[in-house]
């Protein structure tokens, strides 16, 4: 192991490692249910539904894996939120226009993502995408770090820990519990959801708290210990205060992977002639539009994560930078081929970095559990999001360090570092907070006369970006 991932190189162990892996898999398994629900409109259960979730699990893997060896880097794959919930956009508009089945245009659109995983791998391999990271300004680098700390912390309290009642929802932890007035005006506005409220706000502080004084201590693997106490914390009070069997699910639950599903409706089933439908236009639309959010989305996490991590040198550069973007490429290749939208490098790599993993085994260890998903999905299924918010959270003060790198002298670097840190959590994409970063950065130079600082290819992405947010095609 050590030489195969240099080991002693980079500062850990076998054992850090592991921990790391499983660390960043917790924290990022919820999207093995939620990737097929989305994508097949929650229809969980179809022979679709069933071969996008196996597709989930495969492709996450092989393109983890590709980040292990190719890399060496601990950072893990799988089909990018936001890049699903526009994919399945997609779906449902052409099955509207073209009078196709859904999982007819769903074939047709896997299309569009094998397209784009191509472009990916031949701009990899000619380092177009590299070139494209090292264009991104030094100061506007730095800044990414500490914006997808603020991006994990709304994660960690919002959506990832929403809630559901006859009322309505979701319901989110700051917006509906602490921003309402009284506990009662709170009860009151989410009704049954209000108790299950309370047991995910106690499960994620107190889960907080103990990854902190076990961090405090130098505990190796905290962040791990703390989701994993938190579990049995949530479990408790499902059953105690809640009522619910919190293991359920498993009496009825399927182990044996639904391989045949998958061959039926997604494997290799390229609807060409559909994807012809779509006209010429709207395909090259489209595929601009997921290469362009699929590329800052990956350059961010990558960068930001790596910053935190201490992977980067002096200029704020990454090695190995087009190993790993060519391993985010093959993944998105991999996940158009068995069923499922481009794949990227997740946000969440983070809290195994933070749990100590430097190498490409911790990506290891994680791919292994998706495939590993494939026979043992329900109990993944059982991990309460809350648990995995308290390491979200946790994860996402400590990239707010980052923060002293960045020049706050200097407006230049001030001003489009503040607006990233807004819009990176307030949109949920990292690929728009950075062209929102890069546009400001541009404007201030320009009009200051220092237009000969910046590069000519920050002027042209800097141009993409606002085509991309204000010309309607």
């Not at 961090?215 to 989701?227: A, E």
């Not at 993944?380 to 648990?387: K, S």
């Not at 400590?398 to 489009?416: C, I, R």
């Not at 800097?462 to 309607?472: E, G, H, T």
């Amino acid at each position: 192991m050590d030489k195969l991932f240099k080991l002693k190189e980079n500062g850990t162990t076998v054992r850090t490692e592991i921990v790391a892996g499983l660390t960043t898999f917790m924290t990022m398994a919820y999207i093995i249910a939620l990737n097929p629900n989305l994508l097949t409109n929650f229809d969980v259960g179809s022979p679709l539904w069933n071969g996008v979730f196996m597709a989930t699990c495969i492709a996450s893997a092989i393109g983890t894996f590709s980040m292990a060896f190719l890399a060496n880097k601990p950072f893990v794959m799988a089909p990018g939120m936001g890049l699903n919930s526009f994919f399945a956009v997609v779906v449902a508009n052409l099955a509207a226009l073209t009078g196709m089945t859904y999982v007819a245009s769903f074939q047709a659109a896997l299309v569009i993502i094998l397209i784009e995983g191509i472009l990916f791998i031949v701009m990899s391999f000619f380092n177009i995408r590299e070139k494209i990271v090292d264009s991104i300004p030094l100061g506007i680098r730095m800044g990414i770090s500490p914006a997808i700390g603020l991006m994990l912390m709304n994660i960690g309290l919002g959506s990832n820990a929403g809630q559901f009642s006859e009322e309505g929802g979701p319901f989110f932890v700051m917006r509906d519990f602490f921003g309402s007035l009284t506990p009662a005006l709170a009860k009151d506005t989410m009704g049954s959801a209000y108790k299950p409220m309370v047991l995910a706000v106690v499960t994620m502080f107190i889960g907080l708290f103990i990854i902190v004084v076990l961090s405090k201590k130098g505990i190796k693997g905290s962040v791990l210990f703390g989701m994993l106490i938190a579990s049995v914390i949530n479990w408790a009070g499902q059953w105690f205060v809640l009522g619910v069997n919190p293991f359920a699910s498993l009496k009825t639950a399927s182990f044996l992977p639904p391989v045949h599903d998958m061959v039926e409706t997604t494997l290799f089933k390229f609807n060409f002639a559909g994807f012809l439908e779509m006209g010429w236009f709207t395909v090259i639309t489209l595929v601009v539009t997921f290469c362009i959010i699929d590329m800052f989305d990956t350059i961010g996490t990558l960068v930001g994560t790596a910053s935190r991590a201490g992977m980067v040198d002096e200029n704020g550069k990454m090695p190995k930078m087009k190993e790993a973007l060519m391993s985010d490429a093959i993944g998105t290749v991999v996940g158009s081929c068995t069923g499922t939208s481009t794949v990227t490098t997740f946000v969440e790599s983070a809290s195994g970095v933070e749990a100590g993993g430097r190498t490409g085994l911790t990506s290891l260890v994680a791919g292994v559990m998706f495939l590993a998903c494939m026979f043992i999905a329900p109990v993944a299924a059982i991990i309460p999001p809350a648990a995995t918010s308290a390491a979200l959270i946790y994860v996402g003060i400590l990239m707010l360090q980052g923060l002293k790198n960045v020049n706050f002298s200097e407006m230049d670097q001030m001003v489009p570092v503040a607006l990233m840190m807004i819009s990176m959590p307030v949109s949920g994409s990292i690929g728009h907070a950075i062209g929102i970063g890069l546009i400001t950065y541009t404007l201030i130079k320009v009009l200051s006369g220092k237009f000969k600082d910046v590069s000519i290819l920050t002027y042209a992405i800097s141009a993409m970006f606002l085509v991309k947010f204000f010309v309607a095609l």
